[in-house]
């Protein structure tokens, strides 16, 4: 409730040797059932926070069909990057990191290759760090701790070859596995080990630090403001689902517009 009423309730540390951080959670939500379906259309999600956690607004472009996706994507990214400049006072000469989560690699469109294009024509003045990471469970690995023995609940044992909360593995060079749920977020005995979250860095990112970018990740699966728990996947991610399903729900309502989620939503949490 104090978070839908405007109240920030906890943030995170953030990297200092910069100007201003800004970490951009992309999604989108199918308006239609079948992913074949020729008359598909799509919405896309933008939530955008400061590097510490702080939330600061979400962006819902127009509906389109997915040949037109590529198009609306750039325009959101333009509008959205230049109310972030405005709005945190960009000065030129400044140093700027922008980090992109995005959930999955959208089929046929370069994404990345789009958002680096509207860095250089928004930032001009400054000097942009730019990475661009796929943050998703979608994968087929699983990481076991055979030293963890486990927290014995009820004469029954639980957690049992369970990595802590933070083990990062390293599977090539721009790829990790970042456990997010450790021991403790283990509830039940019957439980499965959790999925580790795999996070892929673009080659054509200018930031490349993955010490920093996962351990940001791991940060941000925290700083969801709906529990004290940490989420199953950063806020970035975590927020554009919630605003997703309710999208899809809000669609069935008679003259719904989502106009009003760019107006005076924009920077409300009304989704939590």
């Known amino acids: 409730m104090y978070a839908k009423m405007g109240g920030t309730p906890w943030t995170v540390s953030h990297d200092l040797t910069v100007d201003d951080e800004v970490v951009i959670g992309m ?9 074949f379906d020729k008359k598909q259309r799509f919405m896309g999600i933008t939530t955008v926070f400061r590097g510490d956690g702080n939330y600061l607004l979400s962006n819902i472009s127009r509906v389109c069909r997915y040949e037109e996706y590529a198009t609306e994507l750039e325009t959101s990214m333009v509008e959205v990057l230049r109310e972030v400049k405005r709005r945190n006072g960009w000065q030129k000469g400044d140093t700027v990191r922008v980090v992109f989560h995005a959930h999955k690699p959208l089929r046929n469109v370069e994404v990345a290759q789009i958002v ?3 860095i250089s024509d928004i930032g001009s003045e400054q000097t942009i760090q ?10 087929p690995f699983k990481i076991l701790d055979t030293a963890q023995k486990g927290k014995e609940v009820n004469e029954v044992w639980k957690g049992v070859y369970a990595p802590n909360r933070g ?4 599977l090539g ?3 990790r596995l970042l456990v997010t749920n450790g021991l403790s977020q283990i509830k039940r005995a019957s439980a499965p080990l959790p999925t580790p979250l795999l996070v892929n860095l673009h080659r054509e ?5 993955l010490q920093y970018l996962p351990e ?7 700083l969801t403001w709906r529990s004290t728990q940490p989420a199953h996947a950063p806020v970035t991610i975590y927020y554009s689902e919630l605003i ?9 309502i008679p003259g719904w517009s989502p106009a009003v989620l760019n107006t005076k939503l924009r920077s409300s949490r009304w989704f939590l």
């Open 27 to 35: 999604g989108n939500v199918e308006l239609t059932g079948s992913r």
């Open 130 to 139: 730019f990475a661009f990471l796929t943050v998703t469970h979608d994968h």
């Open 167 to 170: 083990t990062v593995i390293q």
């Open 216 to 222: 940001q990740v791991l940060k941000f699966t925290s």
């Open 205 to 209: 990112s200018t930031y490349v630090d």
């Open 244 to 252: 997703a399903s309710l999208l899809s729900r809000l669609k069935e």
């Open 116 to 118: 680096r294009k509207c």
């Open 173 to 175: 060079r721009y790829t």
